[in-house]
Nanobody
């Protein structure tokens, strides 16, 4: 089972940028899909972005396309979420997650980190 530890986040004004990090340990990430999700107060958790560790194929939610970028550092076993041009509606707790490429559900989750965007 992979363990995920998140860092980053915080408070930023609208139009600003933040980068989230997700450090993985416990097993090789080859064959996994790494994802970012978020949950705003009173709302369900929603998909933000994902990346196949092998090959680097990425997918984004329409709401963040062109503003957020998911990337990885193979040497550090770390996934990043670069968030630019942040909007107040991006305010949420952000979670990184992992699943096998052949699995539908994510079964490993980070602890979550708060991102707050002020208007």
């Amino acid at each position: 089972q992979v363990q995920l530890v998140q860092s980053g986040g915080g408070l930023v004004q609208a139009g600003g940028s933040l980068r989230l990090s997700c450090a993985a340990s416990g097993r090789t990430l080859v064959g996994l899909v790494m994802g970012w999700f978020r949950q705003a107060p009173g709302k369900e958790r929603e998909f933000v972005a994902s990346m196949r560790w092998s090959g680097g194929t990425t997918t984004y939610a329409d709401s963040v396309k062109g503003r957020f970028t998911i990337s990885k550092d193979n040497t550090k076993n770390t996934v990043y979420l670069q968030m630019n041009n942040l909007k107040p509606e991006d305010t949420a707790v952000y979670y990184c997650a992992a699943r096998g490429q052949s699995n539908r559900d994510y079964d490993a989750w980070g602890q979550g980190t708060q991102v707050t965007v002020s208007s």
